[in-house]
């Protein structure tokens, strides 16, 4: 039986779709491999999205091109964000590898693995489904991306908006709560497009509200966001529903209007600040997270500044923050001047990071003493660890309630997750 082994880089679209990949090759016959080492099919799915991941891709080529010349034998195919429209410069740099595919363009590595080429529907065959490997799992709702920020690759890379049909994502959505997932995350690089280019007249809302109805699912969350296409209909109904969690991950990229305006995101300041108070005035214990890239080309102290007062008026629970490195195709890599020294970049990396962990921990501070629920995603050593409805990390003693919902007593709390024991337990959970 031929094997394979998957090697994920980047966001939670590309677990998805490797978990996809792999359901299709073990549906044809293949197995997966643990041994990397061994695997007769070596996929890379590849990040872009900062120069780290890509570096991280072009060191593990060149380790599979060292076992290719000791006389290993196997296929090497490479999908994902790195791969754009055109692979010339690609296949120059890299003519060791078999199979060049990008992100949800399965067929190329299918006819790899000997399948035809007319044996697959559109985008792979639709009732593929990544299969669970634990209580959770990701769920694709819209690829690709419309927006064209003059920083990010992830438009050239995956193309235009494309909506799943809703009732093929609540199919899927009933495949995994028959096989044991208990909290689903719907996807999208800008989830909240989800039936914009649909004539259902579906939009993300319909989507929790089909998911309300199927048993065994007791979360729904949803990522990534995007401030201009969060309707009140959507907020509305993370509010009203039960299973939606009310966590929202939407990136603010910057607080300054000029450079919000240079990174073409395409609100202003008070735009999005003025979805946060209706978040929030909806929901007054949502959680926030957001992500700030600084350094990017024409940034003034000033414009930094402004960055830090907006994160400091609205108190994320949730912080990520990368500095700008430019990415071939994209706009600001053509048109903008990488004029911010790497110092600078560092060092309002490191502001951004410690504001994060004062803010933080200032919200898991009020925590302490209270009791959370959460659902438990594993164990290891006699501990479990899983989140509450907002996102945060809990750790306490326990095991065997894998896909639980459990009630944990907080004892103990970091700036990044709460320690605690379980409700009713008089034993003191070991830190």
């Known amino acids: ?46 990040c872009s999205v900062r120069q780290h991941a890509e570096d991280r891709a072009y060191g593990r080529l060149h380790q599979l091109r060292q076992q290719r010349q000791r006389g290993e ?16 410069d690609l296949q120059r740099r890299f003519p060791w590898v078999d199979v060049w595919a990008r992100p949800q363009e399965y067929d190329p590595i299918l006819t790899a693995a000997g399948v035809a080429r ?52 609540l199919d899927e959505v009933r495949y995994l709560a028959a096989h044991g997932v208990r909290e689903v995350t719907l996807l999208g690089q800008t989830v909240e497009a989800y039936g914009h280019d649909l004539d259902e007249g579906a939009d993300l809302a319909t989507l929790f509200e089909g998911i309300e109805a199927i048993d065994g699912i007791v979360r729904t969350r949803f990522l990534t966001s995007y401030p201009k296409d969060m309707t009140d ?13 009310e966590h929202f991950n939407i990136p603010v990229q910057s607080g300054d209007d000029a450079m919000l305006e240079r990174m073409r995101r395409g609100y202003t300041v008070a735009e999005y600040e003025e979805r946060v108070e209706y978040i929030r005035k909806q929901m007054p214990h949502a959680s926030l997270a957001t992500d700030i890239i600084v350094g990017c080309p ?28 430019p990415r071939p195709g994209t706009f600001a890599y053509r048109k903008q001047v990488d004029d911010v020294p790497r110092e600078v970049k560092r060092e309002r990396l490191h502001v951004i990071e410690e ?9 898991n501070r009020q925590a302490l003493g209270r009791q959370v629920e ?17 996102g945060q990390l809990v750790h306490f003693a326990g095991t065997g309630l894998v896909g639980q919902l459990v009630d944990v007593a907080v004892d103990e709390v970091t700036a990044w997750s709460l320690h605690g024991r379980l409700a009713g337990d008089l034993t003191l959970a070991v830190i």
């Open 73 to 88: 034998q196997f296929q090497i195919a490479v999908m994902g964000c790195m791969v754009g429209p055109k692979t010339d």
């Open 1 to 46: 039986m031929p094997t394979y082994h998957i090697w994920t880089l980047g966001c939670q679209m590309n677990v998805a779709d490797s978990l996809k990949l792999a359901s299709g090759l073990d549906r044809i016959g293949w197995s997966e491999s643990p041994d990397e080492g061994s695997a007769d099919l070596f996929v890379i799915n590849t």
């Open 355 to 363: 504001l994060h962990a004062r803010s933080s921990s200032a919200i």
């Open 118 to 169: 007319d044996a697959s529907e559109g985008e792979f065959w639709t009732e593929t489904y990544g299969r669970p490997s634990g209580p959770t799992a990701y769920v694709p709702v819209v690829h690709g991306c419309d927006k064209f920020c003059t920083y990010c690759i992830v438009p050239l890379r995956r193309g235009r908006e494309r909506s799943r049909p809703a009732a093929e994502v």
């Open 374 to 390: 959460v659902l438990v995603e594993r164990e290891q050593d006699g501990r479990s660890t899983g989140r509450t409805r907002g």
């Open 233 to 245: 209909r959507i907020i509305d109904a993370v509010a009203d529903l039960p299973k939606v969690c």
């Open 298 to 325: 024409g940034e003034t102290d000033e414009e930094f500044a402004n960055t830090v007062a907006l994160l400091e008026r609205i108190e994320f629970d949730v912080i990520h923050v990368a500095a700008y490195s």
